[in-house]
Nanobody, 117 residues
Framework: EVQLVESGGGLVQPGGSLRLSCATSGFPFSIYGLSWVRQAPGKGLEWVSTINGDGGSTNYPDSVKGRFTVSRDKDKKTLYLQMNNLKPEDTAVFYC??????????WGQGTQVTVSS
């Protein structure tokens, strides 16, 4: 059974940092690309980052480029998102998702990130 379980969310002040984790199981970790996707209150889903199977390639939208860093640990089968210089507009539920055929086929349950003073 494929499982993705996020953790690491919380309340942080503007300018602060958080690191999200996504523990995975049930599939060959190094084969699949993995992504982070977020949903702000009252808004649609926004793609945040993608990392390929071997971790050698990453992509980000302009909204987080230079502030967020995605990485993966093949021994721990875990995906990470280091978020620095957080802004109130980063407030959202963050999901990890497995990339498949141009989309995503499995999702975690999400972790809440709130950026507020």
């Amino acid at each position: 059974e494929v499982q993705l379980v996020e953790s690491g969310g919380g309340l942080v002040q503007p300018g602060g940092s958080l690191r999200l984790s996504c523990a995975t199981s049930g599939f060959p970790f190094s084969i699949y690309g993995l992504s982070w996707v977020r949903q702000a209150p009252g808004k649609g889903l926004e793609w945040v980052s993608t990392i390929n199977g071997d971790g050698g390639s990453t992509n980000y939208p302009d909204s987080v480029k230079g502030r967020f860093t995605v990485s993966r640990d093949k021994d721990k089968k875990t995906l990470y998102l280091q978020m620095n210089n957080l802004k109130p507009e980063d407030t959202a539920v963050f999901y990890c998702a497995r990339a498949f055929s141009g989309g995503f086929d499995y999702w975690g349950q999400g972790t809440q990130v709130t950026v507020s003073s």
